[in-house]
């Protein structure tokens, strides 16, 4: 043996032939071991290394055989892992589409809280609006069914005009009406004025007042423009509907 500390095993998978070209060959001493032995007790050796040959036979026909179901076992484990790998797979398609829908769902949420929100500004501002066009307690017939501020303006400027019209008419009417009951007097009307104040025995007019004369005259030529201007946009509409 040498220096081994193991028993080396011959190279039969590597060496073509092995015992062919090394025959078995037994040590003398062995050989002197083998034929000092009682019959009885060869006999008992011999029976151990059969039984330990059919113990390797056995072994390796059951590992070779196991070796076969192992190598099933295996490809069957692949296969399933190839089908688990698919369906991992699928699943992260899965994964990324709900991840892709949950981001649309997410902004349209947000979407719809914004059009929720501009919504009840929306509310909120006709709410103030119906409001602040709500009519008041004893408001004048005037007012009614105004919506706008041009509406307003327009009204007031045909209030003006009705009312300078109307105090214009009566102070002429109150002349006329003294000159006729006093036909033989020669009435003096040069300097009255509708606005005049009787002060000190002199007629003043006050100067609120003859700035207001000035005034009314814009009402008027306004009033006379917005007429004119709706009597043109009703010629406009009526050659329209005509052409």
Same mark, same amino acid.
């Given at each position: 043996?040498?220096?081994?500390? $193991?028993?080396? @095993?011959?190279?039969?998978?590597?060496?073509? =032939?092995?015992?062919?070209?090394?025959?078995?060959?037994?040590? /003398? /001493? #062995?050989?002197?071991?083998?034929?000092?032995?009682?019959?009885?007790? =060869?006999?008992? &050796?011999? +029976?151990?290394?059969?039984?330990?040959?059919?113990?390797?036979?056995?072994?390796?026909?059951?590992?070779?055989?196991? =070796?076969?179901?192992?190598?099933?076992?295996?490809?069957?484990? &692949?296969?399933?892992?190839?089908?688990?790998?698919?369906?991992?797979?699928?699943?992260?398609?899965?994964? *990324? *589409?709900?991840?892709? $829908?949950?981001?649309?769902?997410?902004?349209? %949420? *947000?979407?719809?809280? $914004?059009?929720?929100?501009?919504?009840?500004?929306?509310?909120?501002?006709?709410?103030?609006?119906?409001?602040?066009? +709500?009519?008041?307690?004893?408001?004048?017939?005037?007012?009614?069914?105004? /919506?706008?501020?041009?509406?307003?303006?327009?009204?007031? +400027?045909?209030?003006?005009?009705?009312?300078? #019209?109307?105090?214009?008419?009566?102070?002429?009417?109150?002349?006329?009406?003294?000159?006729?009951?006093?036909?033989? @007097?020669? %009435?003096?009307?040069?300097?009255?004025?509708?606005?005049?104040?009787? $002060?000190?025995? &002199?007629?003043?007019?006050?100067?609120? %007042?003859?700035?207001?004369?000035?005034?009314?005259?814009?009402?008027?030529?306004?009033?006379?423009?917005?007429?004119?201007? #709706?009597?043109?946009?009703?010629? #406009?509409?009526? *050659?329209?509907?005509?052409?």
């Amino acid at each position: 043996m040498g220096g081994c500390s $193991k028993f080396p @095993v011959p190279r039969c998978f590597t060496v073509d =032939r092995f015992f062919e070209k090394y025959p078995p060959e037994v040590f /003398t /001493t #062995e050989r002197a071991a083998i034929l000092d032995q009682e019959p009885e007790v =060869r006999k008992q &050796q011999h +029976a151990r290394d059969m039984a330990a040959m059919v113990r390797m036979v056995s072994s390796s026909l059951v590992l070779g055989d196991e =070796r076969e179901s192992l190598v099933e076992q295996l490809n069957t484990a &692949q296969a399933r892992h190839e089908r688990a790998k698919g369906r991992i797979n699928q699943l992260k398609i899965a994964v *990324d *589409d709900l991840k892709e $829908k949950q981001q649309h769902w997410g902004d349209q %949420l *947000d979407e719809h809280r $914004k059009r929720g929100e501009e919504l009840e500004a929306a509310r909120v501002e006709i709410e103030r609006l119906n409001a602040a066009m +709500a009519p008041g307690e004893n408001e004048h017939k005037a007012a009614e069914g105004l /919506t706008t501020r041009a509406d307003l303006v327009k009204v007031i +400027a045909q209030l003006s005009h009705d009312f300078v #019209e109307g105090t214009e008419y009566a102070f002429e009417n109150v002349v006329q009406q003294i000159k006729c009951l006093n036909p033989d @007097v020669e %009435l003096v009307t040069r300097g009255m004025h509708v606005n005049g104040q009787v $002060k000190d025995g &002199q007629i003043v007019i006050p100067a609120g %007042l003859a700035d207001s004369d000035e005034e009314e005259d814009d009402v008027d030529v306004a009033f006379e423009e917005g007429q004119e201007d #709706e009597q043109g946009d009703g010629h #406009e509409q009526e *050659d329209r509907c005509e052409e």
